[in-house]
């Protein structure tokens, strides 16, 4: 959860007026580096972050959806370089679902034959 508009207002105002940062920091319990990087922001809004696209190439995985449906998410993992959860966090973003394929095992057909 982020701080309100109003507290960074304060700290940014008491900070300028001639108070410390350590003062600042101590009677508003806010961090050292927090108000450092208040201070040294034009715009004190919170920034909101959709997603971070760091190592997975979302289109690149899209395709390789497309030509292999039947792909493990491990086999996946290791084609891209990257851990099971950002694969599974970016299909599930992507709404793309796992079909799951019914198998008949050896001992299923011989119960009934």
């Given at each position: 959860m982020s701080y309100s508009i109003d507290l960074r207002k304060r700290v940014?105002?008491?900070?300028?007026?001639?108070?410390?940062?350590?003062?600042?920091?101590?009677?508003?319990k806010v961090g050292r580096a927090t108000i450092y990087r208040w201070l040294g922001r034009s715009d004190l809004q919170a920034t909101k972050?959709?997603?971070?696209?760091?190592?997975?190439?979302?289109?690149?995985?899209?395709?390789?959806v497309k030509e292999n449906p039947d792909a493990r998410l491990i086999d996946r993992t290791k084609k891209f370089g990257t851990r099971?959860?950002?694969?599974?966090?970016?299909l599930k973003?992507?709404?793309i679902t796992r079909k799951?394929?019914?198998?008949?095992?050896?001992r299923e057909t011989?119960?009934?034959?």
């Open positions: 940014v105002d008491y900070v300028e007026n001639g108070g410390r940062i350590a003062q600042a920091a101590v009677l508003f972050v959709k997603r971070r696209k760091i190592k997975l190439d979302w289109q690149a995985l899209e395709k390789d099971p959860s950002a694969i599974s966090y970016a973003e992507m709404k799951k394929k019914n198998f008949v095992t050896r011989e119960k009934k034959g």
